[in-house]
Nanobody, 130 residues
Framework: EVQLQASGGGLVQAGGSLRLSCAVS????????IGWFRQAPGKEREGVSC??????????YYAHSIKGRFTASIDNAKNTAYLQMNTPKPEDTAVYYC?????????????????????WGRGTLVTVSS
């Protein structure tokens, strides 16, 4: 039913830029929050960003570690979400995942909590070199 496919990962130098994409089917951004998560080797999965709703009802949440550097966005026409990664750091190296959660059961405090998301993409590897 709901399917997600993350893409755009690869090797990038610190201070460069990279844009990740997440193609979503079977879900609309009006009904589902779209989040980006990452998992570095030996570490637990953590939330990166989340967008809830569209238009004037939309809210965007970011992890403190990436604020001012990464930007989340959505394209409703393409039903695709993006994560623009500017000036990435080596510590940003991780497998990045996109996921959706039902807005009707989502709570603001849990927007970046992986356990509250229902559907996940495979993930795409981002490696930041120094």
């Amino acid at each position: 039913e709901v399917q997600l496919q993350a893409s755009g990962g690869g090797l990038v130098q610190a201070g460069g830029s990279l844009r990740l994409s997440c193609a979503v089917s079977g879900a609309t951004f009006d009904d589902y929050a779209i989040g980006w998560f990452r998992q570095a080797p030996g570490k637990e999965r953590e939330g990166v960003s989340c967008i809830t709703g569209t238009g004037s009802d939309s809210e965007t949440y970011y992890a403190h570690s990436i604020k001012g550097r990464f930007t989340a966005s959505i394209d409703n026409a393409k039903n695709t979400a993006y994560l623009q990664m500017n000036t990435p750091k080596p510590e940003d190296t991780a497998v990045y995942y996109c996921a959706v959660a039902d807005i009707h059961t989502m709570v603001e405090a849990y927007t970046l909590v992986p356990e509250f998301y229902h559907y996940w993409g495979r993930g795409t590897l981002v490696t930041v070199s120094s």
